[in-house]
């Protein structure tokens, strides 16, 4: 028998959530409602003609207006769910950053009536975002600054409720599909070290995560890749107060993604007035997603300890999280004290966390 699923996905516009529930579509069945194209129905019904281009200038203009054709869209798509078994996923940005004022995509009140079983916020690194906004025709003519997107980022992923997940975009669409299709599937934070690491390590973690993907919904922090640029940042600036000099007026940030590594060239100022909000929100997003997680794993094969993972370690015991770790050398007092497992072997703790989900321990 079909069951009923309610799916909420937010993202700001950049995130490509809407090509990513393409791709899942191609896929799976379900059934897909673009919430901005209900509320054009809605307008169109007062004679009112919206599009991706004056939307948002209309709801500066008659803000009352807008919410009531979005209310009312939101209220055609729950009769719609009604009437309908199967898998249901609502898409829309929860917030909206445009000509220096905030917009609500969907209200804390909306996002109770829908009542989803899942919350999803698609998220991306500012950078990426960036250029795809410059190529989207709603936004090419508004040359956002990475502090602009860095606060849209941080408005966006504060609309949570209840099964509530962040998803970076660079997780391939089989990810989008087992967080949404496999709820089932218990949700693992893979925490590793990140400073300092070469290309070979990163790639062995993915080998890790992949090992475990069809037992468990891996979710890496390092899939997020903002990191490149406050790690750059934080190297370009040391070195210029090492050698009294004044930081370059560009910097080259490399990121290495799925589908290849990318350079930008980006603007110092640019870069330093968004440093700030991007270091919290590292750390913020890694704490929502082992929020959001059954246990962390962390990954820690060099002896000297990462102090990123050790704070995670610290947050996932804080809930009653289960903590293993996989670290082939004596550990520290402190490592012990906040590990619920460690093993020295990876062959084991592959093994214990595989049978653990046959045994149904977890």
């Not at 997940?165 to 089989?174: K, P």
């Amino acid at each position: 028998m079909a069951i009923k699923s309610v799916v909420v996905c937010t993202g700001q516009p950049g995130t490509g959530r809407d090509l990513y529930l393409q791709e899942l579509r191609a896929k799976r069945d379900f059934f897909h409602y673009h919430l901005f194209e209900y509320i054009v129905e809605e307008a169109e019904k007062e004679g009112y003609t919206l599009n991706e281009r004056n939307v948002l200038d209309f709801y500066d203009g008659k803000p009352d207006k807008l919410e009531a054709f979005r209310a009312a869209a939101l209220a055609r798509i729950i009769e719609e769910i009604q009437d309908k078994n199967g898998i249901h996923v609502i898409s829309t940005p929860y917030h909206f950053e445009w000509k220096g004022k905030a917009y609500n995509g969907l209200k804390e009140d909306e996002v109770k009536i829908l009542d989803p079983d899942i919350f999803l916020v698609i998220i991306d690194d500012i950078v990426r975002i960036r250029d795809r906004l410059r190529d989207d025709p709603q936004w090419s003519e508004h040359r956002f600054t990475l502090v602009e997107l860095s606060h849209w980022r941080r408005e966006e992923i504060m609309g949570v409720y209840k099964e509530f997940y962040l998803v970076a975009r660079e997780y391939d669409v089989g990810f989008l599909q087992d967080l949404i299709f496999k709820r089932h599937k218990k949700k693992i934070y893979l925490s590793h070290p990140i400073t300092g690491e070469s290309t070979n390590f990163f790639r062995k973690v993915r080998q890790f995560a992949s090992a475990l993907q069809p037992y468990y919904t891996v979710f890496d922090p390092y899939m997020i890749k903002d990191w490149e640029m406050v790690e750059t940042w934080r190297k370009v600036r040391n070195k210029a107060m090492r050698e009294g000099r004044d930081i370059p007026e560009k910097i080259l940030v490399s990121i290495d993604y799925a589908d290849g590594a990318k350079e930008y060239e980006l603007e110092s100022w640019d870069i330093e007035a968004a440093i700030k909000n991007l270091r919290a929100q590292v750390i913020d997003i890694d704490y929502k997603i082992i929020d959001s997680c059954y246990c962390i794993v962390a990954y820690h094969p060099r002896e000297q300890l990462s102090a990123g993972v050790m704070c995670e370690m610290i947050h996932a015991k804080s809930l009653a999280k289960f903590v293993y770790a996989f670290y082939p050398y004596e550990p520290s007092p402190f490592f012990e004290w906040y590990a619920t497992k460690i093993f020295s072997n990876e062959k084991k703790i592959m093994k214990f966390l595989k049978e653990a989900v046959e045994k149904g321990d977890n």
